[in-house]
């Protein structure tokens, strides 16, 4: 089991934005994770900054923690664009990215660029182009293509990624076509459990949900013929009934973790602490958890 964090793109850097970051790395983290969103729900009229600069930053004055994005979408990224920024802050930080990817979903992201929002359908099927391209611009040195929605012309990623054959993408998806796209591009597997659940469902329907998507994951991985084992399993707290529960304390954090692991999850990641949101748990209790759960856990 791993632990990592969640950092919201919200801190000025030289006001606080680099002491968070930094102190993700001291406490022990995994990684540290990004929103990729251009606002985000109930942070849209507060200061909110992109995520590949955050984390460019981030990379720059850190050494050990891995960093990535939970998760970037299609909404409003090109897949041309977006390799070069990968591969530039793979390099910059030594090659310490994760790439999060998800298909995106509605709201302000889905129609910031003038753009009507697009159906399921649609989403999907871009989603599927989007990831199959970015592999390709990320592991070729020269690609042309051209999708029904997306285009590359004689694209160059010179030298290419630190972290061969690319950088790793952890992708989101509970849906068929999602899991099948994770089993054959993923590294890893990125889910927050199932969102019907979320106001009035119970931790056991929650963990029964996770443990069907996980055998799901198995059935795709079965069919694009690789071992599930190869990819590890992402929970991003925060969006299951009991999301507050996991930060009350180090032992409640044991044992929703010890829960999780017993039903194939080997990641958990929390948001990092904000005060008057969502997200305001006990800087304290956080801490502790971040230096002494995992250790419990194991114990």
């Not at 390799?83 to 910059?92: F, G, H, R, T, V």
């Not at 952890?170 to 999602?178: E, K, L, N, Q, S």
């Not at 969102?195 to 799901?216: D, N, W």
Request: proline share 6%; hydrophobic share 40%.
């Amino acid at each position: 089991m791993r632990l990592s964090t969640v950092i919201l793109p919200i801190y000025r850097w030289h006001e606080q934005g680099r002491e968070v970051w930094q102190r993700a790395e001291e406490l022990g983290f995994h990684a540290a994770y990004t929103y990729d969103h251009l606002s985000w729900r109930t942070f849209r009229d507060g200061p909110w900054f992109g995520a590949v600069p955050t984390l460019t930053a981030a990379a720059a004055v850190t050494e050990r923690i891995r960093l990535g994005t939970l998760v970037t979408s299609p909404n409003f990224r090109h897949p041309v664009t977006l390799a070069k920024d990968l591969m530039s802050i793979d390099d910059i930080s030594g090659g310490r990215l994760v790439l999060g990817i998800g298909a995106g979903g509605t709201g302000f992201d889905a129609t910031a660029l003038g753009q009507e929002p697009w159906t399921p359908r649609e989403r999907a099927d871009r989603f599927a182009e989007f990831v199959a391209l970015l592999d390709r611009l990320l592991t070729q040195g020269a690609v042309s293509e051209r999708g029904r929605y997306y285009a590359a012309e004689e694209v160059r990623n010179i030298p290419g990624c630190v972290q061969q054959p690319r950088l790793p993408f952890a992708v989101a998806a509970t849906g068929p076509r999602g899991l099948r796209l994770a089993a054959r591009y993923g590294q890893a597997w990125v889910t927050t459990g199932d969102p019907a659940l979320f106001e009035s469902g119970t931790p056991a329907e929650s963990r029964a949900a996770v443990r069907g998507q996980i055998e799901r994951l198995g059935e795709a991985c079965a069919a694009a013929g690789r071992d599930p084992g190869e990819l590890d399993k992402i929970l991003l707290t925060g969006f299951t009934p009991d999301r507050n529960t996991p930060l009350e304390s180090v032992g409640a954090f044991v044992d929703f973790a010890g829960r999780h692991a017993e039903l194939g999850i080997t990641e958990i990641v929390l948001h990092t602490p904000i005060p008057d949101s969502d997200f305001a748990t006990d800087p304290e209790v956080f801490e502790r958890i971040a230096t002494e759960g995992l250790a419990q856990l194991k114990g």
